[in-house]
């Protein structure tokens, strides 16, 4: 969805994607917003790309090869 919106492979690669909507409650947006925090740093330690970010490596100048 983000390539579809113009964004490059890095953003796609390195992003995490949540909607939001009219009918959502406080109490949904308090618990995704508590639990996001967790969901990241899990998601960081199985990522190579993130590793990749710490060490100083440019993910926009990689070229990412098609499935």
């Known amino acids: 969805m983000l390539k579809a919106l113009g964004l490059g492979d890095d953003v796609a690669h390195s992003s995490i994607r949540f909607g939001l909507g009219r009918f959502n409650t406080i109490e949904e947006v308090d ?32 070229e990412w090869a098609a499935h």
């Not at 967790?38 to 993130?50: G, M, N, T």
């Open 31 to 62: 618990y995704v917003a508590d639990k996001l925090i967790d969901v990241v740093q899990k998601l960081r330690e199985l990522s190579p790309l993130y590793e990749m970010v710490k060490e100083g490596i440019d993910l926009s100048k990689i």
